[in-house]
């Protein structure tokens, strides 16, 4: 089955700087990358997903781009806020939408 | 807006006991999925059902069952709780044409 790997575990940004969160797949056959925002206490949260037919997408001050010959995928934060603290997943899926999550990065943003 | 309401937000239960987990979801979605969230593995699938009556197994289903006798419910059973069990539990849905995978808020499982 697929095989997602995040990297970093943790990542502390300054306000305002950027943040990036890169993840590896295993499987040639994914199509579909989405990135999830966790809040305390909250299920995770869509916040931008990539399908394999674009190299990049964004919105407004988040990004995602997808390099489907090396499989890897990168979530980007530009111009980072105290709001954007918190655990992001990245996921990849084949078929079926049974998604294979990464195991998260927990983002601080220092004031 | 996609609800997708998971009743149960805090359980403690003793080892053996059988626990139920409820999970609702308002969008007439086919896919409905339950993953198990421990902290460095990120989301793991147990179960999911693409459809009333049908399941299939995830990742992890040993010690779980699953039950969708409604379309709109999905329901995650452990039939003997053990302490490795304790851990937060997700619901999620989805339609059979949609692209987002909407989560419940979670239910947080103490099993001692």
């Known amino acids: 089955g697929e095989n997602v790997e995040q990297h970093p575990s943790t990542l502390s940004v300054q306000e305002g700087d950027s943040a990036v969160i890169k993840c590896t797949y295993s499987?040639?056959?994914?199509?579909?990358f989405p990135w999830y925002k966790q809040e305390l206490g909250k299920g995770p949260q869509l916040i931008i997903d990539?399908?394999?037919?674009?190299g990049e997408k964004k919105d407004q001050r988040i990004a995602v781009t997808l390099n489907k010959t090396a499989k890897h995928f990168s979530l980007h934060i530009t111009e980072t806020q105290p709001e954007d603290s918190a655990v992001y997943f990245c996921?990849?899926?084949?078929?079926?939408?049974?998604?294979?999550f990464g195991a998260g990065t927990t983002v601080t943003v220092r004031a | 807006d996609v609800k997708v309401t998971q009743s149960s937000r805090y359980l403690v239960k003793r080892t053996g006991e059988k626990v139920f987990l409820e999970c609702v979801q308002d969008?007439?979605?086919?896919?409905m999925f339950w993953y198990r969230q421990d902290p460095g593995l990120g989301l793991r699938l147990i179960y999911f059902?693409?459809?009333?009556?049908?399941?299939e197994k995830g990742d992890i289903p040993e010690g779980y069952s699953v039950s969708r006798e409604k379309k709109e419910r999905f329901s995650l059973i452990l039939e003997s709780a053990s302490t490795n069990q304790t851990s937060m539990y997700l619901c999620?849905?989805?339609?059979?044409?949609?692209?987002?995978?909407?989560f419940g808020e979670g239910s947080w499982l103490t099993v001692v």
């Open positions: 996921a990849a899926t084949p078929r079926d939408y049974k998604l294979s």
């Open positions: 499987d040639s056959a994914s199509n579909y």
């Open positions: 990539i399908r394999s037919n674009v």
């Open positions: 969008m007439d979605h086919e896919n």
């Open positions: 059902s693409y459809d009333v009556k049908m399941k």
């Open positions: 999620a849905s989805i339609s059979g044409s949609g692209n987002t995978i909407y």
